[in-house]
């Protein structure tokens, strides 16, 4: 299972741009990277999923260089309420033992 | 849709009691899991079940059992409650299995073992 490395915490601004990378040196061929968001009290939520190179969605993008062994999940103009914890899963199809490790926690600012 | 639903929302035991943390989704999905967080930590999956009929473990299985009743319910349970054992346990499903599958949550069962 390949592990991941994120920022324990990170803070910023309503309106900024936000990026979050996840390192994981050990990537397997067949592993995606899958990115959740979690609110206090609430069970974690999908955001975005990818294999290589960038994949954009309503709510974020993430860009995955050549080599795959890190992934930046990018928020654009954050708001308050992206005040929350965001993991990055690093896994295949099968692969049920999913390590979701302690995420970054994310606090927006007025 | 309801999605995924946990039952009880919160609990308290004493060490030694046994209980039963329901779950059940409406999305028709093949695979369910059971996740537990202590506080400022991620989710780490204690029993998963990639379809109906069966059932594995996953990283932190010891004091818990699971059955999955049907497609649609997966239960965890505690025979005899301990204090390591205070965690919110999510329940999640997913059509496809395995981590490229997207995880639909619960909203979680805070459990507390005096």
């Known amino acids: 299972l390949a592990k991941t490395t994120q920022p324990i915490s990170m803070d910023s601004y309503e309106g900024q741009e936000v990026n979050i990378t996840c390192s994981h040196n050990n990537i397997a061929t067949n592993d995606y990277i899958t990115w959740y968001q979690q609110f206090p009290s609430q069970g974690p939520r999908f955001i975005i999923q990818g294999y290589k190179t960038k994949v954009t969605n309503e709510v974020a993008s993430l860009f995955i260089p050549a080599d795959r062994k890190s992934s930046t999940l990018s928020l654009p103009r954050v708001s308050l309420s992206d005040t929350a914890v965001y993991y990055c899963l690093v896994g295949s199809t099968g692969g049920f033992k999913t390590i979701f490790g302690a995420g970054t926690r994310l606090f927006v600012k007025a | 849709n309801a999605g995924v639903t946990q039952t009880p929302k919160f609990q308290v035991l004493k060490t030694g009691q046994s209980m039963t943390l329901q779950c059940a989704q409406d999305?028709?999905?093949?695979?369910m899991y059971w996740y537990r967080q202590d506080p400022g930590m991620g989710l780490r999956l204690i029993y998963y079940?990639?379809?109906?009929?069966?059932?594995d473990k996953g990283e932190v299985p010891n004091g818990y059992n699971v059955s999955r009743l049907n497609k649609r319910e997966f239960s965890l349970r505690l025979e005899s409650a301990a204090p390591s054992q205070t965690s919110v346990y999510f329940c999640?499903?997913?059509?496809?299995?395995?981590?490229?599958?997207?995880?639909?949550f619960g909203e979680g069962s805070r459990l507390t073992v005096l």
């Open positions: 999640a499903s997913s059509e496809e299995s395995g981590v490229t599958g997207e995880l639909f």
């Open positions: 999305m028709n999905h093949n695979s």
């Open positions: 079940s990639a379809s109906e009929g069966t059932t």
